[in-house]
């Protein structure tokens, strides 16, 4: 998992370039297109982005889940990373992070 911000950062950018081609996603400099009536669009904000060590993504789920009153979440891994670097993610994400979420309370 990331370590520093200007990782992170890159990171951000470079997911936020490749969301933009859902055309579900409302950006402001873009509305989404919807194709049918029953179509929904959705956006992704900055404080919505978690990455970083596993404790430090545990930390950031258990605050945003709090915050939100929420007691579940949906994650999406970084799939423009190399597939033994997305191993890691999921190592460290069932290792650590997954434990910390389920002693927390939420």
Known sequence: ??????????????????????????FPDRPAMLDSPSAHTFSIGDEEF???????????IIA???SAGAGNFAALFDRM??????????????????PRLRSAAV
């Open 1 to 26: 998992m990331l370590e520093d911000e200007e990782a992170l950062a890159k990171r951000r950018n470079a997911f936020r370039e490749f969301i933009k081609l859902d055309p579900r996603v409302d």
């Open 50 to 60: 978690i990455s970083g060590k596993a404790d430090a993504v545990a930390e950031q």
């Open 64 to 66: 945003q889940c709090r």
């Open 81 to 98: 990373t190399t597939p033994a670097q997305l191993m890691d993610c999921y190592r460290d994400f069932g290792a650590v992070t997954i």
